[in-house]
């Protein structure tokens, strides 16, 4: 592999592994994986890829640490903090600190986008049962969580 | 505009200035335009999306600092120290800590790429007529300036 080009085919890049989501067992989301574009030492952030196949969804959680987001291919809907916006390609969404937040892929195509983020940064926070009482008592969030399963 | 969603249309984004590539004058570049997408407090590095006109090319430089590329759109040569590589639509391009580089608009539509880079960075370095004859010496090069101009 050359180190300083990695052609990319069909959303998958040269050198780079096709991962798992997440390690955590408890973590509820679907039909996810995860590309690592840049980790480069020189720098404070990395770059990823996440693509989520029609119908799954990223886990709904929040933490200290921002997310940039970049919509690279397909649609679907995002829930940031009690909002619900419909995104497509090439939109870009700001997750702010401890913001509850989750991408959902409701189009028919995958729905892949990039994330920066700090190479140092906490670990993400899962609702509990009692968080999602509470997100559930704001309309838009519970109309979310239930019509897009 | 929503802070948290900034929609895209035409590789252009809601909230987003078209700004001038550089202010330093003494840069050698043509027909580029520059966004920063994401410039986040919370966040170490900054994303940015160039665009270069066809027929257009970023400035021939080097700096300590790093750069991320992803190629967005169009169809490019670069030069990262000596090596000249053809780049297409989602390629990766890494470029390391003070390696003379330049992007090239090579095809018929612009070449636009996103840019991660730490936001606290040092200033490009330029050749200088020295370095400019030093560099041309390697034949790979020395084709890269010439014929793409």
């Known amino acids: 592999m050359n180190p300083v080009h990695r052609k990319a085919k069909d959303y998958r890049w040269e050198g780079v592994a096709i991962e798992p989501y997440k390690e955590d067992t408890r973590a509820l989301f679907k039909s996810i994986t995860r590309q ?3 980790s480069d030492p020189a ?17 709904l959680e ?6 940039n987001v970049l919509i690279l291919r397909g ?17 870009l969404v700001a997750v702010p600190p401890m913001t509850w937040h989750q991408f959902r892929a ?6 892949g986008f990039l ?15 009692h968080d ?3 997100l559930q008592q704001d309309s838009r969030v519970a109309a979310f969580l239930r019509d897009f399963r």
Request: with cysteine; proline share 7%; glycine share 8%.
């Open 36 to 38: 690592v574009l840049f």
């Open 75 to 91: 649609i679907g809907h995002c829930l940031i903090g009690h909002e619900v916006q419909a995104v497509t390609a090439h939109d």
């Open 43 to 59: 720098q404070e952030s990395e770059l990823r890829y996440f693509e989520i196949a029609p119908g799954g969804f990223s886990s």
């Open 62 to 67: 929040r933490h200290r640490h921002s997310h």
């Open 132 to 134: 999602l009482v509470e």
């Open 115 to 129: 994330c920066m983020v700090n190479t140092r940064r906490d670990k993400p926070e899962l609702p509990t049962p």
């Open 106 to 111: 409701t189009g028919d195509e995958p729905l």
